[in-house]
């Protein structure tokens, strides 16, 4: 009961060194055949040592002797003895070493490490770091003040530990021109983000049309394919547009009005009333419509559509309702009231 409740001391392994009692059993309980007398951990601990392992220092990349003429054997390329043409890492150059006897580059450094029967080696890549300067650099990473101490109120921003971002603006009644910070959705709407958002979307768009389109899986691609779309658009709507203006014509014309019509004078005569409205001498002109007006075919006297009866149109002339029939006046009339009868 006592260990339950997390009042009983914690166990004490063969070492001295106390066993935490959070572990769980699996991991604490030690197999039979170690007949093991006392709580311990020994038995998860490593105790193979790894004969492939070593923790020698490995000078990589370092040079030792720099020759001044060729020497034979050596690399054809750039003249190092300790490797040969086809291993070299140095650009080929047009004309060799081996012909120019010039630049030759110096000689590596070759570790030797004592390998197994399959010729493997594991080298300790930790000897190679400077952790002096990684240490430099967290410290400058961690330096300023955090976004989430702007505001020390209970119902300020909420602020995200795991992504580490601040939606919303932590202090909106400050003064924008003192703000450093004013939330992440500042900076999500500024930049390239509009336009990475909407290449997200025409990638969105074109995966449910059919295309094999991916953003995270092929972003060069996705990019292309965007551009192009964006290209063809334009080149289109260019179309489009030149298409109206040779049919329609432009009404807002490049040519500028002459003064002459701008500041001309003349003799009509216009009457306006106290509220500004035209109250005589200026008509509003009838408005002309696209199809032709007073055309009188076939020898009739009166217009198409001129005449309507039982929801058809006619003649108002010889009252005739078909549109290409010739003009039989006052005695078509006659004739087809008399039929009517």
Request: glycine share 6%.
């Amino acid at each position: 009961m006592r260990v339950k409740l997390g009042l009983a001391p914690a166990e004490v392994d063969e070492d001295g060194k106390e066993i935490n009692p959070h572990i769980p059993q699996f991991m604490s309980s030690a197999p039979w055949y170690l007949n093991a007398d006392r709580p311990s951990l020994k038995h998860q601990r490593k105790w193979k040592s790894d004969p492939n392992y070593t923790k020698s220092w490995y000078d990589r990349g370092a040079k030792i002797d720099q020759a001044d003429k060729y020497r034979k054997g050596a690399c054809e390329n750039c003249g190092a003895m300790t490797h040969d043409t086809k291993s070299c890492m140095e650009r080929p150059r047009k004309v060799g070493a081996k012909r120019t006897n010039k630049h030759i580059a110096p000689d590596e450094k070759i570790e030797t490490f004592e390998l197994d029967y399959d010729d493997e080696a594991k080298v300790d890549e930790s000897k190679q770091m400077d952790f002096a300067k990684i240490e430099k650099r967290k410290l400058a990473y961690s330096g300023g003040h955090g976004k989430y101490l702007l505001d020390l109120d209970v119902n300020s921003a909420h602020y995200d530990p795991k992504s580490r971002s601040m939606r919303e603006d932590p202090m909106p009644d400050a003064d924008p021109s003192d703000q450093f910070y004013g939330g992440d959705n500042r900076l999500r709407n500024s930049g390239e983000a509009l336009e990475f958002e909407k290449l997200n979307t025409h990638a969105w768009e074109a995966f449910e049309k059919g295309h094999d389109i991916h953003m995270q899986a092929a972003p060069s691609q996705a990019e292309l394919l965007y551009k192009n779309y964006k290209g063809i658009k334009e080149k289109l709507k260019s179309q489009n547009k030149g298409t109206i203006l040779e049919k329609y014509g432009n009404a807002a014309a490049e040519e500028e009005i002459p003064m002459e019509l701008l500041l001309g004078q003349s003799e009509s005569q216009v009457e306006y009333d106290r509220a500004g409205r035209i109250k005589k001498g200026q008509e509003k002109a009838l408005p002309r419509s696209k199809y032709q007006e007073d055309v009188y075919l076939n020898n009739h006297t009166c217009v198409w559509a001129s005449w309507w009866k039982d929801h058809q149109w006619g003649y108002k002339c010889c009252k005739q309702m078909i549109q290409n029939s010739h003009c039989t006046g006052a005695a078509g009339i006659e004739a087809s009231e008399a039929a009517a009868t």
